[in-house]
C-alpha cells in the first residue's frame, strides 16, 4: 500500500534530514506504548475482558547486537489490521503539514519539534531503515493480528498473520551506521532520560552474575529500568528540579527547559493534585484553533485524555501538565466534563495557580521576558477572554514605551501610572503593525515635546484586547491616534506663547476648510490639530471606529467591514500647511493636498492606494 502524500515527506524527512537527537525516536516509540496501555486500562473499564486475565501492563526493550535490532513490545491495546493502516499509513493531525512547511534548516530544532506535531511514529525511520509491526489488538481472536512492514519512502506491506500475545511489537533494523543503539547501556541511559516517569515499567533483560563453579548460571530476567511512578503522586520534598524537568520533557516532548512550574495536592471538598508547568518554548500551532491544548487529564492515576481543555481557559492553552482528580467518574466524556460544575471550581483554582505562577516568575525578569516573547500576545487575550481576571493579566503585561528606546517589551501598567506626570489623567497608548511605525509616528511627537510616556503596541491582538481593557488602576486607556486630543487632559498648562491666537482661528479654519474641498470624500474631516510639532498632518480615526489593526484580523477571517473615512489633521504652522495656504493655482494645491494626505498615511505605517501616483507627484515637486 502506498503511504498517504504527507505521510510520505514526512518519512522522507525523517530518513534524509534529521541527523541531530537521533535517540528521541525511543521516547517516541516507550511513549506510543505507554498510550496503548492507557488505552487498554481505560477501555477495560467498560469491559474487563480486554486484559484477557493479563493487567500487568509493561513495555519491554530488547536488542540483538549481531543482528543490529531493537524491539519494542507492549501488552497494550494493540491494533488492528485496519488500525494499522490508518495509524500508521497516514497523519491524520492537521499540524503536520504546518511542521513541514515550517522547517528550516536547522536540524536540531527541527527535530525538537517532531513530539509536538504528533509525528512520532515515524522517527523510528531516523536509526532504522526497516521497520516491523506486529500486533494484536485486545479482545480480537489470535489470526486476526497484523504484520506492518516498510523498508523504503514509497509504500509499505500489510499482512494478516497469527500472535497470541495481545499488544504490538515494533523491531527495528538499524540503519549501517546507527547500530550504535542495539546496546543495553546505550538503551538504559535513553529511557532513564526521556521515560523515566512513564507510569509502567519500561524493562529490559538484567544481566545476571555470572554462575559460580559447578553451579547452574541464571537466566536472566526482565527488570524495570525506569522510576515508573506517576511523578505527580510523589511528595514534593521527595522531588528534585532534574525530577520535575525530566517530567516536563515526558509530558510536552519539548526539548526547552520549562520556565517555572507548580506541584499542588488539593484535598476537601475536591480532591485532585496538578502538576502545571509554563514551557520555555511556543508550538508553532499556538495560534490554530485545532492545535494541542496542554494537560492531561487523570482520574485516580487512569489516564483519561489527552488535551482536557475544560480545565483551563483558551488564553492559558499554552501550559503543560497533568491533572489527577479522585472525583470525576472514570467514564468522564468531553460532554460531561462540560456539564460537570465540579469542573469549573477545578478550572477557577488552576487558572489562579497559573496566574500566581507567572506573577511569581516575573520577579525574575530575564526568564519572564523570555516567557513574555513567546506567549504574551496568547495571554493578552485573557484580558478579553476573562473578565474576572483581567485585573491579574493586565499586571502581567508588558509593553514596549516611548520613555525608552529599547525594543524589549518591558514596562508594565503598574510602572507607567507610577511614571504619569503628576495632572496627567490617562494611560496613552498607541497601536500599529510595526515598533519601528510607532516609535516613528506623528502622532507621538506633542508627548514627546511634553515627555509624556505612551506605551506602544505592535501586537495583532492589541487593539482587539484594548477595546475591553478600559482601565487600570483607576486610569482610563487613550489611544492617542483617536479622536481629539485634548492637551488639558495631558496635565500640560499651555504657555501663553503657545496658545492659538483667537485671530488665526478663522484662518486656520479656512486651510482646513480648503483642503477638505481639496481632497472631498478621501476624507470625513479636516481639521487643525496640537498633535504635530515636526509633521505637517497625520490621520486620525473617530472614536469609536475600527481601526487598522481589527480591519486585518477580520479581513484575514474574509469578514468585510464598512469602510470608514479618517480624519486629517494638519499642523497649522508647518510651512508645507503654509504654502499650500497660500497656492493660488487649484490644480497644485489639489497635489499638494494629495501629497499632505499620503504621507500621513504612510507615517501611520498604511500602505497607498496608488504608490506610484504618490512617487510621481513627489518627483514632480522635487524637480520643480
Ligand atoms: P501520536 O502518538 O501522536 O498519535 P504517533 O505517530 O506516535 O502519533 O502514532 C500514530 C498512531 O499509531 C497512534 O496514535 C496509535 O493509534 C498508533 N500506534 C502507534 N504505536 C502504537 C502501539 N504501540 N500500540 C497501539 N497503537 C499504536
Ligand atoms: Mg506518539
Redesign the pocket.
Known sequence: MGFQTEAKQLLHLMIHSLYSNKEIFLR??I???S??AD?LRFAALADGELFEGDSHLRIRIGFDGDAKTVT?E?N????SRD??I???GT?A?SGTAEFLSNLSGDQKSDSQLI?QF??????AFIVADKVV?E?RRAGLPADQAVRWSCSGEADFEVETIERAQR??T?TLHLKQDEAEFANDWRLRSIVKKYSDHIAIPVEMLNTPAPAAEGEEQAAPQWQAVNDAQALWTRSKSDLTDEDYQSFYRMVSHDFAEPLAWSHNKVEGKQEYTSLLYIPGMAPMDLYQREGVRGIKLYIKRTFIMDDAEQFLPLYLRFVKGVLDSADLPLNVSREILQKTPAVDSIRAALTKRVLDMLNKLSKDEEAYAKFWSQFGPVLKEGVAEDSGNQEKVAKLMRFASSANDDDQQSATLAGYVERMADKQSKIYYLTGDSLTVLRNSPYLEVFRKHGIEVLLMADRVDEWMMGYLREFDGKQFQDIARGELDLAELGIDEPADQAEPEQDKPAAEGVAARIKTLLGDRVDEVRTTRRLTDSPACLVIGENDIGDQMRQIFAAAGQAMPETKPILEINQAHPLVSRLDSESDEELAATLAGLLYDQAALAAGKTLDNPAHFVREINRFMFS
Do not use: P, Q, W
Request: proline letters at 0%; aromatic letters at 6%; zero cysteines.
Open positions: 517516541e516509540l511513549s506510543n506504548a498510550d496503548a488505552k519494542i507492549d497494550g491495546i494493540g491494533m488500525d494499522a490508518a495509524n500508521l497523519i493531525r513530539g504528533g509525528v512520532g511514529f515515524y522517527s509491526v500486533s499488544g504490538t515494533i
